[in-house]
């Protein structure tokens, strides 16, 4: 009998998605499991389907690279129901035809594309910094710095209007919500993106403009390389997670420097360690519970010691194997100097790793430089307990980060 069939003999068997706390920092109830084994049965909430978990880091890789999971069948009419399914996704593909269509949307957010992008996110970063310290404290850094910077950002990059940004961010809010809306409003929120980006799709064809739509409707249109849903989808995926991601990491790594203010100070004396904090930031801090991805085994496959089925489901946990003992030393403890702390599964791996991971990387290190120096004083204005967090949502984030310096 292995390890996990011997805790499933122990306790009974948890419900998956676990219930997180918006404030925390980790998954307790997964780091708890992974006590027991790198892989967990739980099953589905509200359903009598059982699935399986990969938590341990060595667990997770394999599930995201071996090809024997696939996302594709997970998304057929029989396949699990977690969340909302949309097809033509990037993250709902497999093989070729996932291969094919990344490379499209991937010249986007090469290192040179990134690389480009740098003195113009630069000048934003200045430009935002400018206008908090002539506002001055008392302030609310999550209004003023952690959202217009990655919205702007995106809205640059699509060619979006920044005025319409308060609809496409509530309808994100939605996009990504969990308890704090009903399966209906969730849907309701995906479907006012997709008519958005229809029509913004429309406007370009008309007007055509010098950003990523407009390029990858001329691929579209001359060579039917992408369908009109699969450009829609994608889109709108960007719009809506690729700027919400990034400033729930930015403003929850604040809160946590903030509340450990030690660490901030270390980062305004040693701004070379900047470029590590971000990556161990990224690895210690829980955003988001990535398991809503699952895949189902096309053929029996053995998972770190655990016998999966063809036809079983599989849920990865990232945040969870970022804090596997088997692979980082005090994995509970949050050390910027940490030296592997780039090998964090915060991006995914493999086929599906995360295309904007370079350019969200490059924002958090330049808000993260510009910030320590020009605001060395910066410190939380209230109470840490008394940061008011988002409630119901899949992405745990502040409502507001008020600070002063």
Known sequence: MTRTQEAATRCPMPEFP??????????????TLLADGPVARARLRDTDHEIWV????????????????????ALEPDGPKIGNAIPDLLISMDGPEHAR?????????????????????????????????????????????????????????????YDDRGKFMDWTDRMLGDTGFTREE??????????????????????????????????????????????????FLMLGAGHDTTLKQLSNSL??????????????????????????????LLLSPSGLLVRV?????????????????????????NRDPQSYHCPQDLDLSRVDAGKHLSFGAGPHFCLGAPLARLELVTALTEITRRLPGLRLAVDPAEVPWKEGGLQRGPATLPVQW
């Open 101 to 161: 269509a990344r490379r499209l949307f991937a010249k986007a957010f090469t290192p040179r594309m990134v690389e480009r992008m740098r003195p113009w996110i630069e000048n934003l970063v200045t430009g935002l910094l400018d206008a908090v310290e002539r506002q001055g404290p008392p302030l609310d850094l999550v209004e003023h710095f952690t959202v217009p910077l990655p919205v702007t950002v995106i809205c640059q990059l699509l060619g979006v209007p």
């Open 18 to 31: 676990f219930v997180l706390t918006a404030a925390s920092d980790t998954d307790e109830q997964g780091v």
């Open 255 to 284: 809160v946590l420097l903030l509340t450990r203010r030690e660490e901030y100070a270390r980062l305004v004396e040693r701004p070379a360690l900047i470029p590590n904090a971000v990556e161990e930031l990224l690895r210690y």
């Open 297 to 321: 085994a096309v053929e029996d496959v053995d998972l770190c010691g655990t016998l999966v089925r063809a036809g079983e489901t599989v849920a990865v946990l990232h945040h969870v194997a």
């Open 186 to 235: 969730i849907g309701e929120g995906i479907g006012n993106l997709q008519r958005y980006m229809r029509e913004l799709v429309a406007s370009k064809r008309e007007t055509p403009g010098d950003d990523l739509t407009t390029e990858l409707i001329a691929v579209t249109d001359e060579g039917s390389r992408l369908t009109e849903e699969q450009l829609v989808n994608n889109l």
């Open 54 to 73: 990969a938590l341990g880091n060595d667990a997770a890789r394999q599930v995201v690279t071996d090809p024997r999971f696939s996302r594709q069948v």
